[in-house]
T-cell receptor, first 115, second 109 residues
Framework: DAGVIQSPRHEVTEMGQEVTLRCKPI?????LFWYRQTMMRGLELLIY????????DSGMPEDRFSAKMPNASFSTLKIQPSEPRDSAVYFC?????????????FGPGTRLTVL | QKEVEQNSGPLSVPEGAIASLNCTYS??????FFWYRQYSGKSPELIMF????GDKEDGRFTAQLNKASQYVSLLIRDSQPSDSATYLC?????????FGKGTHLIIQP
């Protein structure tokens, strides 16, 4: 298995531009998570899906952020318009929950820089 | 409010010694607990999980859980330079993981 795949790996954009991050979870996993990591705030959960349905988006910072999961093998996180404070590493993770065990496998991340 | 607290470090440990990493959590409803290791510039990877009070050993790693004290720890025996990384404690309450900010561990050769 190729693991969780994210693209692009690096994104540099200017303030006000739209940014779309993409994720392909591990086949067979029923949960997908989007995280943001910064030095100041650590690893923050933005939103997660179960069977393609958004369950909790309380971590999404504001309306400029949106996420979709049109099918079991693809998800996007969109920021529009982007701001310099959105600069961070964005991770996608997937898991298959079995009882109390819920190992999340992380993708390599997308390093976003907003100028 | 779910909170997971860790000492940010850096924690410096000589090679061959035991490294002890600690984590406290605020939500008594938390059911399972995870330790992730993150090398600089890389993504987190799971190294241990625990959900019962007591100790759980896996090779050089031992996870300890005390639900009454809301305390989780990770011991790394015979520390190696390759153990130098940031260790993230994560708590699962069936609605996703809440991560601590991590402890930066440095193993000195």
């Amino acid at each position: 298995d190729a693991g969780v795949i994210q693209s692009p790996r690096h994104e540099v954009t200017e303030m006000g531009q739209e940014v779309t991050l993409r994720c392909k979870p591990i086949s067979g996993h029923d949960y997908l998570f989007w995280y943001r990591q910064t030095m100041m705030r650590g690893l923050e959960l933005l939103i997660y899906f179960n069977n393609n349905v958004p369950i909790d988006d309380s971590g999404m910072p504001e309306d400029r952020f949106s996420a979709k999961m049109p099918n079991a093998s693809f998800s996007t996180l969109k920021i529009q318009p982007s701001e310099p404070r959105d600069s961070a590493v964005y991770f996608c993770a997937s898991s298959f929950r079995s009882g109390l065990f819920n190992e999340q496998f992380f993708g390599p991340g997308t390093r976003l820089t907003v100028l | 409010q779910k909170e997971v607290e860790q000492n940010s470090g850096p924690l410096s440990v000589p090679e061959g010694a035991i490294a002890s990493l600690n984590c406290t959590y605020s939500d008594r409803g938390s059911q399972s607990f995870f330790w992730y290791r993150q090398y600089s510039g890389k993504s987190p990877e799971l190294i241990m999980f625990i959900y019962s009070n007591g100790d759980k050993e896996d090779g050089r790693f031992t996870a300890q859980l005390n639900k009454a004290s809301q305390y989780v720890s990770l011991l790394i025996r015979d520390s190696q330079p390759s153990d130098s990384a940031t260790y993230l404690c994560a708590v699962d309450r069936a609605d996703g993981l809440t991560f601590g900010k991590g402890t930066h561990l440095i193993i000195q050769p």
